[in-house]
């Protein structure tokens, strides 16, 4: 059995895998699904956010457990994945990328983004501190871009948990090394009907950073909300695949 640690997208806390943890765990696997500092429960204050406070966070939770394990990221938990496993490499048997930033070494999450121009005549999704340190959801795009193929009643329990996101994380460009990061396995799991990371996206980030799996899923961004069961056989079957070939 395998222990995963999952990490959470923007604006989300450790609460959005709360419908894929039990079903893990029901398979005999270890879960961890823990909020980033400043996100979900954690009140550390979001001036103090950095990608790096993020990496090491994870990367400690890492190492305090027993084995190495497979650690997953959703959307902007990509990064945090990526500098992680470039600071504890020996600790990851792989990496999974939820519908996920994967990018690359020297640029950051938002230089990545602007590679596939939104849709014309779209409006933002977010809305900006004055400081612009911040970020918070439109209301109105919580249901139509994150979660639009997801039940009525799994949308208004996301849209009563979303928070603020800090935007220092999105501007750092990451820190990768091939004789760290890039010796780690990743797998990407695609979600086709995804409208908060255009599908033209991912598979461009896939195309210039391959990986040793893709996964397609008929979902929207969030199939831990709209897609928990198929989700969590994808990620049992990446476990099996991983201890197959260990």
């Not at 908060?196 to 210039?208: F, G, N, T």
Request: hydrophobic fraction near 40%; glycine fraction near 6%; proline fraction near 7%.
């Amino acid at each position: 059995m395998a222990t995963f640690v999952l990490i959470h997208g923007a604006w989300h806390g450790g609460w959005c895998w709360e419908r894929v943890v039990p079903l893990l765990e029901q398979r005999g696997h270890t879960v961890r699904a823990p909020d980033l500092p400043g996100m979900g429960r954690d009140r550390t204050p979001l001036g103090d956010i950095t990608l790096d406070v993020w990496a090491r966070f994870v990367s400690e939770l890492v190492r305090a457990e027993l084995e190495p394990v497979i650690l997953v990221g959703h959307s902007r938990g990509g990064i945090v994945l990526s500098q992680s496993a470039e600071q504890i490499p020996d600790r990851i048997r792989t990496l999974v990328y939820l519908a996920a930033f994967l990018v690359a070494n020297g640029d950051s999450m938002w230089t990545t983004a602007q590679k596939v121009p939104r849709e014309a005549g779209r409006s933002p999704d977010m809305i900006v501190s004055d400081d612009r340190s911040t970020s918070t959801l439109r209301p109105e795009s919580i249901a139509s871009t994150f979660y639009n193929t997801t039940s009525s009643d799994w949308v208004a329990r996301a849209g009563a948990q979303v928070g603020i996101e800090p935007m220092a994380p999105w501007l750092s460009p990451l820190s990768l090394t091939e004789e760290r990061f890039g010796r780690v396995p990743r797998v990407y799991i695609e979600c086709r009907r995804d409208r908060a990371i255009p599908l033209e996206l991912q598979r461009l980030m896939v195309a210039e950073m391959p990986c040793r799996q893709a996964i397609s899923m008929d979902t929207d961004h969030s199939p831990f909300f709209s897609a928990p069961e198929a989700l969590a056989t994808h990620l049992a079957t990446i476990a099996d695949d991983t201890e197959a070939r260990h």
